[in-house]
């Protein structure tokens, strides 16, 4: 079964305006991921945060964690037409190290 | 100079064919992985494998067969093909089997449609 559920499906927005996507999940995990996924591309690795962490940045990304809601946040800043792509959360419960189990993505367009 | 690397990039095969996809990666990961991506882009993990050895094998039926030569390189022979196995199908690798504490680097993908 889907363990991460993202929201928005779908995000919109301008060259220089702030993205902000949410992941939820349902049991315990140890860690949580962000990818990226480019058209017709493979996935991309983007941030880890760890269960104990609380927030994480990388560049203009921003991660935030809070286990007791079973929630991340992925902010990306000043976005630019080339953060087009579909955004994806991944997370390895606290019973399965062995395998990522992903979300659905948030699919973000970027217009110039 | 690519991390991990698919072929092939499409496939287009009638149902009943059987057809093998092949991985390689250059990262001296000990773990590799087959992920399948539907038309909803929803991703999930089919098989992964350890230094050569099989550890998560998901309720994938049994017309899917990986092997693992050597640790890296994964491949995945798929007998009988049905139109519900069209999909794009993704090789990963990571550095340990725990794959919650390391990221995956993934392969391009190859595109699977089943006529």
């Known amino acids: 079964s889907q363990q991460g559920e993202e929201d928005p499906q779908a995000l919109s927005i301008q060259e220089g305006e702030n993205a902000t996507m949410n992941c939820s999940y349902k049991?315990?995990?140890?860690?949580l991921q962000w990818y990226r996924q480019n058209s017709g591309r493979g996935l991309v690795h983007l941030i880890l945060?760890?269960?104990?962490?609380r927030e994480k940045h990388s560049g203009r990304l921003r991660v935030t964690l809070d286990t007791s809601k079973k929630s991340s946040s992925l902010l990306i800043t000043a976005s630019r037409a080339a953060d087009t792509a579909s955004y994806f959360c991944?997370?390895?419960?606290?019973?399965?190290?062995?395998?990522?189990?992903f979300g659905a993505g948030t699919q973000v367009v970027v217009t110039p | 100079d690519t991390a991990v690397s698919q072929t092939p990039k499409y496939l287009v095969t009638q149902m009943g064919n059987d057809k093998s996809i092949k991985c390689e990666q250059n990262?001296?990961?000990?773990?590799m992985y087959w992920y399948k991506q539907d038309s909803k882009k929803f991703l999930k993990i089919m098989f992964s494998?350890?230094?050569?050895?099989?550890?998560i094998n998901e309720t994938v039926p049994n017309r899917f067969s990986p092997k693992s030569p050597d640790k890296a390189h994964l491949n995945l022979h798929i007998n009988s093909l049905e139109l519900g196995d069209s999909a794009v199908y993704f090789c990963?690798?990571?550095?340990?089997?725990?794959?919650?504490?390391?990221?995956?680097?993934f392969g391009p993908g190859t595109r699977l449609t089943v006529t």
């Open positions: 945060i760890r269960s104990n962490e």
């Open positions: 990262l001296g990961h000990d773990t």
């Open positions: 991944a997370m390895s419960s606290t019973d399965s190290w062995g395998k990522l189990q």
């Open positions: 049991t315990s995990i140890n860690n």
């Open positions: 494998y350890n230094n050569k050895e099989l550890i």
């Open positions: 990963a690798s990571s550095q340990d089997r725990l794959a919650g504490a390391y990221e995956q680097y």
